[in-house]
């Protein structure tokens, strides 16, 4: 982004001329990429008089425009004589926030006549004593305290990100804007509906690309339990009318099925509102799951089993620690994960696989799901396996308002 040797960059000439009168001069840089308008835009154009925007706006004489690159804004402020040498980053950083609230002041865009809030403030600024600046040696002063200062601003933008996220996060709890998707699991014997599993999904617009992003920062940010109840009551409130033999599937971490309120109090009256009861609910043991004691695990289990809940193990085959949850904790149902399924009908060891889950689920009376089925290749395959349920984008996609079952859910093949 800067070039040692420019002297017409970052302002190095004018620099120069204003060293003798002020000893100590630190560097501050400003992302202004948030802005869409105003000052934005102005200070794009040529000729934009950032010097006389500086004096009026800040109505100080020490401090003045260095350079304009790649949407960051360089200035250089004199620092009072009177400083101690560790106050120096303290007084820059003062000075940068005023700086940006001066700009939002007159800025149209994000923040529109509206006063930043500290946090604002301190996203997206750098700052950096300019230590040694003698004649001889400004290019390489300047130099390291551009690297520093972009370094703080990074730092800032990432830091502002997460706490951008669990803003958003707690808006999303706050305001019950996550949704339930359904998408149905089939019985490969008649090709009637066996029942859905609930997915969360994000709300339009949400700064999270996903469900697994959105779960991943609620845990990071021990949200995780508040997260986890709301996604399990959006799945009860909103699923689809079931048929007294049909299951719902939700997704649940061991963390919260360990936890004494998980289907205690107000979950069992979700279930009741939706006419449901607990052999109806299959809780689905997923892939954040980490099971440490295997003991404890069973016990909790065993608990939820006298109640009439059933339990599945989801992504078996994915990795080492779904075949060992599988073997330890003997669940009712076993997900084959989608990697297993694409394209198994062109592939031998996948098929030899898949028949060693089958096998192995028929003597230990637990069923078998297929997941991510979306060729006939590979539903015809599973079926003849002898495969117990099956799931997947050709059977149907995930939907708020899913199908209704029929006796037609899987295509002919």
Same mark, same amino acid.
């Given at each position: 982004?800067?070039?040692r040797?420019?002297?017409?960059?970052?302002?190095? &000439?004018?620099?120069?001329?204003r060293?003798?009168?002020h000893?100590?001069?630190g560097?501050?840089?400003? %992302?202004?990429?948030?802005?869409?308008? *105003?000052?934005?835009?102005k200070f794009?154009?040529?000729?934009?008089e950032?010097?006389?925007?500086?004096?009026?706006?800040?109505?100080?004489?020490?401090?003045?425009?260095? +350079? &304009?690159?790649?949407g960051? =804004?360089?200035?250089y402020?004199g620092?009072?004589?009177?400083?101690?040498?560790d106050?120096? $980053?303290?007084?820059?950083r003062?000075?940068?926030?005023?700086?940006?609230?001066?700009?939002?002041?007159?800025?149209?865009?994000?923040?529109?006549?509206?006063?930043?809030?500290?946090?604002?403030?301190?996203?997206?600024?750098?700052?950096?004593?300019?230590? *040694?600046?003698?004649?001889?040696?400004?290019? $390489?002063?300047?130099?390291?305290?551009?690297?520093k200062?972009t370094?703080?601003?990074?730092?800032?933008l990432?830091?502002?990100?997460?706490?951008?996220?669990?803003?958003?996060?707690?808006?999303?709890?706050?305001?019950?804007?996550?949704?339930?998707?359904?998408?149905?699991?089939?019985r490969?014997? $008649?090709?009637?509906?066996?029942?859905?599993?609930? =997915?969360?999904?994000?709300?339009?617009?949400?700064?999270?690309? *996903?469900?697994?992003?959105l779960?991943?920062?609620?845990?990071?940010?021990?949200?995780?339990?508040?997260?986890d109840r709301?996604?399990r009551?959006?799945?009860?409130?909103?699923s689809?009318?079931?048929?007294?033999m049909?299951?719902?599937?939700?997704?649940?971490?061991?963390?919260?099925?360990?936890?004494?309120?998980?289907?205690?109090?107000?979950?069992?009256?979700?279930?009741?509102?939706?006419?449901i009861?607990?052999?109806q609910?299959?809780?689905? =043991?997923?892939?954040?799951?980490s099971?440490d +004691?295997?003991?404890a695990?069973?016990?909790?289990?065993a608990?939820?089993r006298?109640?009439g809940? &059933?339990?599945?193990i989801?992504d078996?085959?994915?990795?080492?620690?779904?075949?060992?949850?599988?073997?330890?904790?003997?669940p009712?149902?076993?997900k084959?994960?989608?990697?297993?399924?694409?394209q198994? %009908?062109?592939?031998?060891?996948k098929?030899?696989?898949?028949?060693?889950?089958v096998?192995?689920?028929?003597?230990m009376?637990i069923?078998t799901?297929?997941?991510?089925?979306?060729?006939p290749?590979?539903?015809?395959?599973?079926?003849a396996m002898?495969?117990?349920?099956a799931?997947?984008?050709?059977?149907?996609?995930p939907s708020?308002?899913?199908?209704?079952?029929?006796?037609?859910?899987?295509?002919?093949?």
């Open positions: 982004m800067f070039n040797m420019a002297t017409s960059w970052f302002g190095i &000439e004018q620099l120069i001329d060293i003798e009168h000893p100590s001069i560097l501050i840089g400003i %992302d202004l990429s948030e802005w869409s308008g *105003g000052l934005a835009t794009r154009e040529e000729g934009f950032w010097e006389n925007w500086l004096s009026r706006s800040m109505n100080r004489n020490d401090l003045w425009f260095g +350079d &304009e690159v790649s960051h =804004l360089w200035l402020a620092l009072p004589n009177s400083l101690h040498a106050e120096g $980053d303290r007084y820059l003062a000075m940068a926030k005023r700086v940006k609230e001066a700009i939002a002041a007159e800025s149209v865009g994000k923040v529109r006549h509206t006063r930043p809030t500290s946090g604002q403030k301190e996203r997206g600024i750098g700052y950096a004593s300019l230590q *040694g600046l003698e004649r001889a040696s400004v290019k $390489d002063v300047v130099y390291d305290g551009v690297v200062a370094e703080r601003i990074r730092e800032s990432s830091g502002h990100r997460d706490w951008e996220l669990r803003c958003e996060l707690e808006r999303l709890l706050a305001e019950s804007s996550i949704k339930s998707v359904y998408q149905p699991i089939v490969l014997g $008649d090709g009637k509906i066996f029942g859905y599993e609930a =997915l969360t999904r994000c709300p339009e617009g949400s700064m999270f690309d *996903g469900p697994l992003t779960f991943k920062f609620a845990e990071k940010n021990q949200m995780a339990l508040a997260l709301l996604a009551e959006t799945a009860i409130r909103h689809p009318a079931l048929g007294a049909q299951k719902i599937f939700i997704n649940v971490t061991m963390s919260i099925i360990n936890d004494p309120h998980f289907v205690s109090g107000q979950t069992v009256r979700w279930l009741n509102e939706k006419g009861h607990p052999g609910v299959v809780f689905e =043991l997923t892939e954040r799951s099971v +004691d295997f003991e695990a069973e016990k909790i289990l608990h939820y006298t109640q809940y &059933e339990i599945a989801d078996a085959g994915a990795g080492y620690s779904s075949l060992q949850s599988i073997v330890e904790l003997r009712d149902y076993i084959v994960d989608r990697s297993l399924v694409r198994a %009908d062109n592939d031998e060891m098929k030899h696989m898949l028949r060693t889950f096998r192995f689920a028929k003597k009376n069923r799901v297929a997941e991510g089925i979306e060729r290749e590979e539903l015809r395959l599973l079926r002898g495969f117990d349920y799931q997947g984008y050709l059977i149907g996609r708020e308002q899913p199908a209704a079952a029929n006796p037609g859910a899987i295509p002919k093949v």
